[in-house]
Nanobody, 114 residues
Framework: VQLQASGGGLVQAGGSLRLSCAAS????????MNWYRQAPGQQREWVAF???????NYADSVKGRFTISRDNAKNTVYLQMNNLKPEDTAVYYC?????????WGQGTLVTVSS
């Protein structure tokens, strides 16, 4: 299984970005996907979750601003990020749990300028 994260970039505070995480390989569907982020000098932190029933959950720091969604036909999960703040600056990673290991995307950099 491979995860390809994309969509990062430079945006001004208050702006929006949409991240994508496309799954490929030995996978028929995405049952669970998480987004994490790691700011410079900080530990990686969990951001959002979605499961096969489209149940979602968010870290308090992004609740109301970020939306996670999925496109089953494309085996892709999205993270719509609105009203971005400088403290959202980080490398964003998608993670999918597997039977024997977790699968991580390579990360996509989001930079929010003030």
């Amino acid at each position: 299984v491979q995860l390809q994260a994309s969509g990062g970039g430079l945006v001004q505070a208050g702006g929006s970005l949409r991240l994508s995480c496309a799954a490929s390989g030995s996978i028929s569907s995405i049952d669970v996907m998480n987004w994490y982020r790691q700011a410079p000098g900080q530990q990686r932190e969990w951001v959002a979750f979605i499961n096969i029933f489209d149940a979602t959950n968010y870290a308090d720091s992004v609740k109301g601003r970020f939306t996670i969604s999925r496109d089953n036909a494309k085996n892709t999960v999205y993270l719509q990020m609105n009203n971005l703040k400088p403290e959202d600056t980080a490398v964003y990673y998608c993670k999918m749990p597997g039977l024997k290991q977790d699968y991580w995307g390579q990360g996509t950099l989001v930079t929010v300028s003030s």
